[in-house]
C-alpha cells in the first residue's frame, strides 16, 4: 500500500531551469495539494485540486502551475525556478476536504 | 481570515516529564482540528482529529487534545515524554468558510531531554 509517492525526492536545478514534480495516490482520493514548507513559516498552500480536471490557487500560487489530468496524479511545474524556491514541497491528498490529508515524503528542492 | 497560533517554536522537556503544546485559532464556529506529527525528513502523519463530539480526543503514541471551545484552543499534551516522541508538531483547522483547506500553524519542534 504506496498512499501518496512523491517523485523525485531530491532535485538541484539551476536559476530559469524548470522542471516537474510528480505526484501519485493510490486511494482514489478526490482532494490532492500541494505545499511549500520553509523554516518557521509551516505549511504553505501552493495549489490544489478536488477532483480530476480541476485545480485551485492556494495561498502561494506565483510561479507554479499544476495539472490533474488524472484523478490519481497532481503535477506541480516551475516554469523558471528561482533560488526563492528553494524548499521542501508536500504532496498530500484527503478523501473529502474534511478529513484527514496524508502526506507523501517531500521533495527537497535547490534552486541555485 | 482563519488563523492558527502555535505557541514557541521550540518547546524542551525532560524524559517522563508532561508534554503540553499550544494551539489557539481564530474561527467563530467550531472547526475540524488536527495535529499532525514530524519527524525528520518525513512527511506529515496525523496524530488525532476534532471533528464533532468529545472534546478529549485520543491519538496515536499516547498523545491527546481537548477541544475548548471557549477559549479557542485545542492543546496536545501527554503525561510522560519519551525520546522518540522528539519531531515537529503541527497544529491545523479546517472549516466550511475556507473551502475546507487545511490551515496551518507554524509548527513547534519538541526537544526531549535524556
Known amino acids: 500500500n504506496a498512499g501518496v509517492t512523491q517523485t523525485p525526492k531530491f532535485r538541484v536545478l539551476k536559476t530559469g531551469q524548470s522542471m516537474t514534480l510528480l505526484c501519485a495516490q493510490d486511494?482514489?482520493?478526490?482532494?490532492m495539494y500541494w505545499y511549500r514548507q520553509d523554516p518557521g513559516m509551516g505549511l504553505r498552500l501552493i495549489h490544489y485540486?478536488?477532483?480530476?480536471?480541476?485545480?485551485a490557487k492556494g495561498e502561494v500560487p506565483d510561479g507554479y502551475n499544476v495539472s490533474r489530468l488524472k484523478k490519481q496524479n497532481f503535477l506541480l511545474g516551475l516554469e523558471s525556478a528561482a533560488p526563492s524556491q528553494t524548499s521542501v514541497y508536500f504532496c498530500?491528498?484527503?478523501?473529502?476536504?474534511?478529513?484527514?490529508?496524508?502526506f507523501g515524503q517531500g521533495t527537497r528542492l535547490t534552486v541555485v | 481570515a482563519q488563523s492558527v497560533t502555535q505557541l514557541g517554536s521550540h518547546v524542551s522537556v525532560s524524559e517522563g516529564a508532561l508534554v503540553l503544546l499550544r494551539c489557539n485559532y481564530s474561527s467563530s464556529v467550531p472547526p475540524y482540528l488536527f495535529w499532525y506529527v514530524q519527524y525528520p525528513n518525513q512527511g506529515l502523519q496525523l496524530l488525532l482529529k476534532y471533528t464533532t463530539g468529545a472534546t478529549l480526543v485520543k491519538g496515536i503514541n499516547g498523545f491527546e487534545a481537548e477541544f475548548k471551545k471557549s477559549e479557542t484552543s485545542f492543546h496536545l499534551t501527554k503525561p510522560s515524554a519519551h525520546m522518540s516522541d522528539a519531531a515537529e508538531y503541527f497544529c491545523?483547522?479546517?472549516?466550511?468558510?475556507?473551502?475546507?483547506?487545511?490551515?496551518w500553524g507554524a509548527g513547534t519542534k519538541l526537544i526531549i531531554k535524556p
Open positions: 486511494m482514489n482520493h478526490e482532494y
Open positions: 498530500a491528498s484527503s478523501r473529502s476536504g474534511q478529513g484527514e490529508a496524508f
Open positions: 491545523a483547522v479546517s472549516e466550511m468558510d475556507s473551502n475546507y483547506q487545511l490551515i
Open positions: 485540486s478536488v477532483g480530476e480536471g480541476t485545480t
